[in-house]
């Protein structure tokens, strides 16, 4: 990773608030390192029980996304995602009873995490998914799931969901970075 000093960048007469990206860790095996500081990360959204088909998988949950600290900056930048780029989806329970509340939900426990890492020197069509069973390493979930089709044919940048992060979306409708299958289908909206 190339990191220069303010001084040196300075001195360079060169000014970039990001010069390189932190990537995803994979083991001898090529299985992803659990990103164990996620929580540090940006967080982007959360969701309250989504579901993209038509039938719930059942029980209510919130998904909450989170990105890396330098894609975060460069998507700000640019409108898109660079090389390197892992967004964490954390779900957890949806808890009615607790403490004094008395109505509404507040978040329970982790679930379940995925991430979706930009890696194009290691996946063919640039993005892999992965899902954690705890915190152990995870191997990529093989591109014939469903996830890689529904986010090719419906993620507004890339093959991210920026739709629905409510402080991206106007970057990438601002710099016109929105994906084409996207744009025709909300134009059929």
Not at 46 to 68: I, R
Not at 106 to 124: L, M
Request: charged fraction near 15%.
């Amino acid at each position: 990773m190339i990191r220069l000093s303010a001084v040196a960048i300075v001195a360079l007469g060169v000014f970039s608030p990001v010069l390189s990206l932190a990537k995803a860790a994979y083991d001898a095996d090529g299985k992803l390192q659990f990103p164990n500081g996620y929580r540090s990360w940006v967080y982007l959204s959360s969701g309250f029980s989504m579901s993209y088909s038509p039938t719930p998988a059942g029980g209510e949950v919130f998904d909450n996304v989170f990105v890396d600290a330098d894609s975060y900056k460069l998507f700000v930048e640019t409108g898109t995602w660079p090389d390197g780029t892992e967004l964490m989806l954390e779900i957890r329970s949806a808890e009615q009873k607790g403490s004094i509340n008395k109505s509404g939900h507040f978040q329970g426990t982790v679930a379940h995490t995925e991430i979706h890492v930009k890696d194009t020197s290691r996946f063919k069509d640039g993005w892999a998914f992965f899902a954690f069973a705890d915190q152990a390493s995870a191997t990529v979930i093989p591109t014939s799931a469903n996830c890689y089709s529904c986010h090719q044919a419906h993620a507004a940048v890339d093959t991210t969901f920026v739709q629905f992060y409510p402080t991206l979306m106007p970057i990438a409708q601002a710099k016109k970075t929105l994906s084409p299958a996207y744009v025709v289908e909300e134009a059929k909206r």
